[in-house]
Nanobody
Framework: QVQLVESGGGLAQAGGSLRLSCAAS????????IGWFRQAPGKQRELVAS???????NYAGSVKGRFTISRDNAKNTVYLQMNSLKPEDTSVYYC???????WGQGTQVTVSS
């Protein structure tokens, strides 16, 4: 059974940092591009960042230079390091496996001004 389990969300102040983790089943992690999406209330879900199984990364313009996506193959885990957080980063963040596709359950990130 494929599972994506997110962790690491919470409350941060503007300018602060948080790191999200997405632990994936090995069967998916080894073959799939993994992405982080986010969805704020009343808005569409948007792709924040993605990383291929070869390590190629892609970022939304709104987070480029502030967020970093990475993967630890030994742990079947993808990380999203979020720095210089802004109130507009407040959303539920979802891990997504493009092969499947599969979604995680989401983790709330709230940034206070």
């Amino acid at each position: 059974q494929v599972q994506l389990v997110e962790s690491g969300g919470g409350l941060a102040q503007a300018g602060g940092s948080l790191r999200l983790s997405c632990a994936a089943s090995r069967s998916i992690f080894s073959i799939s591009t993994i992405g982080w999406f986010r969805q704020a209330p009343g808005k569409q879900r948007e792709l924040v960042a993605s990383i291929t199984n070869g390590g190629t990364t892609n970022y939304a313009g709104s987070v480029k230079g502030r967020f970093t996506i990475s993967r630890d193959n030994a742990k079947n885990t993808v990380y999203l390091q979020m720095n210089s957080l802004k109130p507009e980063d407040t959303s539920v963040y979802y891990c997504y496996a493009f092969t499947g596709p599969y979604w995680g359950q989401g983790t709330q990130v709230t940034v206070s001004s």
